[in-house]
């Protein structure tokens, strides 16, 4: 069966600290990875991608993919309020259907 | 700007009315829309698939005649809630994969359907 683990959290941070949030997967044909940011009652909006093993920065926002461990990450550096909402890790087996994580949810402190 | 764009975004309904959910994808063709459905504090979860011109493929557990989905176009699929009952009350989200079906192709959301069945 084709998995996607993330810690259900909350996950709370001080403004301006970095937030970690992990992800693992267990499908190793998965190719491409997808992080998604969910504020409450809201749909998912896409942040960032990744497909090759190694680290992809988007201005505050890194994603980190080891193939090897079955293991993406995405690091928020500076983090800001606004960036408390639910984080969704998705994994795509074999260019297939999505597969999504149970998501994490951040809480940044002011 | 928003690449799928998704009406209504809430409908409050009588049991057992039916509700049906417009998906369509802007400025670009869409053979494949994906229905998902997130219940409070809860996940994702993937209803069917909707194929133009095609039936639509259900997940299992999902019942084809409750959930009528109709891909009429390559830029408008539908979801059509039959008989609703207070338990279909649920946020209902449709998706797309913009550039194409390839694996790095990214999955962009409507705005959702905030659905209550009273």
């Known amino acids: 069966q084709k998995e996607v683990e993330q810690n259900s959290g909350p996950l709370s941070v001080p403004e301006g600290a970095i937030a970690s949030l992990n992800c693992t997967y267990s499908d190793r044909v998965s190719q491409s990875f997808f992080w998604y940011r969910q504020y409450s009652g809201k749909s998912p909006e896409l942040i960032m991608s990744i497909y090759s093993n190694g680290d992809k920065e988007d201005g505050r926002f890194t994603a980190q993919l080891n193939k090897a461990s079955q293991y993406v990450s995405l690091l928020i550096r500076d983090s800001q309020p606004s960036d408390s909402a639910t984080y969704l890790c998705?994994?795509?087996?074999?260019?297939?259907?999505?597969?999504f994580g149970p998501g994490t949810r951040l809480s940044v402190l002011p | 700007g928003a690449v799928v764009s998704q009406h209504p975004s809430w409908v409050i309904c009588k049991s057992g009315t039916s509700v049906k959910i417009e998906c369509r994808s802007l400025?670009?063709?869409?053979?494949?829309m994906f229905w998902y459905r997130q219940f409070p504090k809860q996940s994702l979860m993937l209803m069917a698939t909707?194929?133009?011109?095609?039936?639509?493929?259900?997940e299992q557990g999902v019942e084809k005649d409750k959930f009528l989905i109709n891909h009429a176009s390559l830029t408008l699929s539908t979801l059509t809630v039959t008989s609703a009952h207070p338990e279909d009350s649920s946020f209902y989200i449709c998706s797309a994969r913009v550039g194409g079906s390839g694996a790095n192709s990214p999955l962009h959301f409507g705005n959702g359907t905030r659905l209550t069945v009273t």
């Open positions: 998705a994994a795509v087996p074999g260019g297939q259907n999505f597969v």
């Open positions: 400025d670009f063709q869409a053979t494949t």
């Open positions: 909707s194929n133009e011109g095609s039936k639509a493929t259900y």
